[in-house]
Every structure is written in C-alpha cells, then in structure tokens.
C-alpha cells in the first residue's frame, strides 16, 4: 500500500460512517427516481439505522442525450427533495461547466465519456470525486 492510500484509507472509513452520498444519474432522469426516493423514504431508513449520518444528494451535470427536459429542471427537482428531507445537495453543473460542450469527449476539457451520458473515469469521476471530498470536507 503506498502512502497516499495508508493516508487516505482512515479519512474514507470515517467518511463512510458519517456521509451516505446519492448519486441519481441520468437513467434515473428518466425514470422519475426523485419521486421514488422521496415516496421509498430511504432517507429515513438510512437515519433510523445510523441517525447521526448525513445524506448528499447529488444532482448530475447536464449530458449530451436530447432530453424533452434538460437536467437542470432534474436538479431543481432534487435540490427541493434534498431540503425537504434535510439533506445536503450538489448540483454537478457547477462543477463540470455551463454546457455540455464545455465538458464533452470532442472538448479540451473532454471529462464526459464518447457515449455522451457517463462521465470519463479518468477525468470527470474524478472530478465528482473531488467535488464530493470538498463538499463535505470544506463546507
């Protein structure tokens, strides 16, 4: 194990006993999961189970699929979700750019996979990655 991993491994055990991150991702979009996860109440599953951890519900940046509504009435959806059920939430938007073009496989800054819907495991999981460690470790 090198020392980055010895570093880092303790962080994320601590992190994974205090935080439950939700990704919701573009399938969901389209299946109406907001809805879902508020009518399952997972959230209230996850506090009777373990009620000093906090929920992140993450909304997806926008991608390259035409949808008849574009994500960011999704992430409106979610962010509503998210302060209903006390939750935090983070829009990827703001992290990945104002249009998909900006983040796109054919772009300079090419975070998103050539399929136009999931992020390039390399450039924009990271990127989700980090954005998740400084949510919930600077804000």
Known sequence: MNDFVAWLSPLLDLLLQALIPVLLAAGSYLAKR???????????????????TDI??????ENGRTNATPMAGYAEQMRQAAYAKRCAFLDLQYVFGE???????????????????HPEPATGGRAIVDAVLRTTLYS
Do not use: G, Q
């Open 99 to 117: 249009t998909f073009a900006e983040y796109a496989s054919t772009s300079p800054r090419n975070w998103f996979n050539s399929d136009l819907i």
């Open 56 to 61: 992140l519900l993450i909304a997806p940046c």
């Open 34 to 52: 907001v809805a879902d996860w508020l009518r399952l109440a997972e959230d209230d599953r996850v506090r009777v189970a373990a009620p000093l």
